[in-house]
């Protein structure tokens, strides 16, 4: 798919990190970006400086992700690209022994919903609801339709000790992928997901210095923590690339995680 001021694209997740990066990668190619987040205050001013529009969605409410849909379409027209980069993770293992009182604490299952909730069914909910506007216009000349993107993480396959909740969804995010590729298929709209290592993001930018330096130290090359830009130019690749399709991606400088 070719870039330009014709195309409008929705970016969740699109206030900070990974998001905004690809959203402001996007707008310098001229395409009218919509943001979806729960953070107001950055998602406005992200989306005045873009020319775009922010949209006040958490991804887990069936109202406001149809109204942040309507609200988007209405300023920019139907969108053909779709980046789900909302989530979030929480640590905490299956079963903990607290080392003072000696107290077995077994994982809330209502933390190990909520994540679920996010990350998967957010993200499919979107998927859906955008795919299903995109079915409504018509392929471009290069043959597609719409594209859509997921991002997943490398904790999917290499799931650390406390990631039980977050490995779960970021791996069923790997077994959507292949599966809404070929529903969408006869629709001509793409699917692939990115799987991200260690990246600098709002996550670890309160981390102490002494962490992040020996986090990025554990990566194979290039020893640091990855940049959101990178993740944003992956992701463009993916919009251009009419022939990358049901794909999963790791971006990780050939790290495996570790146990811990």
Do not use: W
């Not at 194979?220 to 993740?231: V, W």
């Amino acid at each position: 798919m070719k870039l330009n001021s014709d195309i409008a694209a929705v970016v969740t997740g699109g206030a900070s990190g990974l998001g905004a990066a690809t959203a402001r990668l996007l707008a310098a190619q001229g395409v009218k970006v919509a943001l979806f987040d729960i953070n107001e205050q950055h998602g406005s001013a992200l989306a005045n400086e873009l020319g775009g529009v922010f949209c006040p969605v958490d991804v887990t409410n069936e109202t406001q992700v149809e109204a942040g849909f309507a609200a988007a379409r209405a300023a920019h027209g139907q969108e053909r690209v779709l980046i789900n980069c909302a989530g979030t993770g929480k640590a905490a293992k299956t079963v903990s022994r607290d080392k003072q009182t000696g107290e077995i604490r077994p994982f809330p299952t209502e933390l190990f919903n909520s994540i679920v909730q996010i990350n998967l069914v957010g993200t499919f909910r979107c998927i859906a609801r955008s795919a299903a506007g995109m079915l409504t216009l018509p392929e471009l000349p290069d043959g597609d339709r719409g594209v859509i993107i997921i991002t997943a993480s490398i904790a999917a396959e290499d799931g650390q000790i406390g990631q039980a909740a977050y490995s779960a969804s970021k791996g069923g995010l790997l077994g959507l992928t292949l599966p809404v590729a070929r529903d969408l298929s006869s629709e001509s709209i793409r699917v692939n997901t990115i799987m991200p290592g260690i990246f600098d993001t709002p996550l670890l930018r309160g981390a102490p210095q002494n962490v992040k330096d020996a986090l990025g130290a554990s990566v194979p090359y290039p020893k640091r923590l990855g940049h959101p830009d990178e993740y944003a130019s992956l992701a463009l690749e993916m919009i251009r690339n009419s022939y990358l399709n049901g794909e999963k991606v790791r971006l990780d400088g050939a790290l495996r995680m570790a146990p811990r």
